[in-house]
Every structure is written in C-alpha cells, then in structure tokens.
C-alpha cells in the first residue's frame, strides 16, 4: 500500500473531515526526509584542544556530532546571504559518502582519505548530513536551523 492509499483508507475509518491537503503534503515531504535505518548522531561539545567550537560566533557556526566511533565536525561560515560548509569525518576510512541536506536539495560528496569536505552556497536554515559507511549504516546529524 503506498502513503497516498494509506492516508485515504485513515480518513475513511475515522469518520471526520478529510485533512488539508496542505497538511497531508507537509507530512509527506516530511516523511521523504527521514533516512530508514541511520544512526541519528548525537551533539558533542568540541573538547577545547581541537580547536573547533559548539557556538555561533562572529559569523560562524561550529558543530560536532558523534555515533559510535564515527566524528563529524562541521564549520558553515556566511558568504553572502549563502553559507559555505567544511566538514571533518574521524575516521575517515570506510566513509563512501556524505550527502549534506536541505529541505530544498541535497548536495553528494566523496570524501578522500583525509575525511574532509566542503560545500558551498548553501541556503541558511535547516540542514543534515548524512555519512553512508561502507559496512555498516549509515550516520546521520539530526536536523539542526544554521542562521548566520
């Protein structure tokens, strides 16, 4: 059965006024976002020696997110209106790519041996990424709003 089939056999059984289409399309851009079976990473604090900062500071905004061994730093710096990414992956090996995501699009990297990345003209607000791993699944940050 698939999401349209679903939603229409739910408002029959329920007996109440159909729901907006409006709404029923949020929901449904919503669901498309979700990533079956990632690893959702969780916010860390930067340890002070790596020189990379949880905070937004005179325009730019420093993040780090962990799964199991896996570390993704993040720095959006403001170019613009635009934001311009560089991301860090510790380790680097067995990560065959990073899909950094927007509600609008997303843009695929293949990061080399080093684990760094980068993307730019980026529309500020809401983003996630997404690290697919070579043998295990993927990673991803949670859906985090970058306004600079």
């Given at each position: ?6 939603i229409?056999a ?14 029923t399309s949020a929901?449904?851009a919503a669901f ?5 079976g ?6 860390q ?9 949880d905070?937004f ?8 997110f962990?799964?199991d061994?896996?570390?993704?730093e993040?720095?959006f710096t403001?170019d ?10 510790s380790?680097?090996?067995?990560v065959a790519r990073v899909e ?9 990297r ?6 760094r990345f980068?993307?730019t003209?980026?529309?500020?607000g809401?983003?996630?990424v ?5 043998d295990?699944?993927?990673?991803a940050?949670?859906?985090t709003?970058?306004?600079l």
């Amino acid at each position: 059965m698939d999401d349209a089939s679903l939603i229409a056999a739910l408002r029959l059984t329920s007996g109440s006024d159909p729901v907006p289409a409006e709404v029923t399309s949020a929901a449904q851009a919503a669901f498309a976002l979700r990533v079956p079976g990632a690893v959702t990473a969780r916010a860390q604090p930067a340890p002070a020696s790596s020189g990379v900062r949880d905070t937004f500071e005179n325009g730019a905004a420093f993040l780090r997110f962990a799964a199991d061994d896996l570390v993704v730093e993040l720095e959006f710096t403001l170019d613009g209106e635009l934001l311009t990414l560089a991301g860090q992956l510790s380790p680097a090996e067995g990560v065959a790519r990073v899909e950094i995501r927007t509600p609008e699009a997303t843009v695929v990297r293949e990061p080399p041996g080093s684990g760094r990345f980068a993307a730019t003209a980026l529309p500020q607000g809401w983003f996630s990424v997404v690290c697919h791993l070579a043998d295990r699944p993927p990673v991803a940050t949670p859906w985090t709003q970058v306004r600079l």
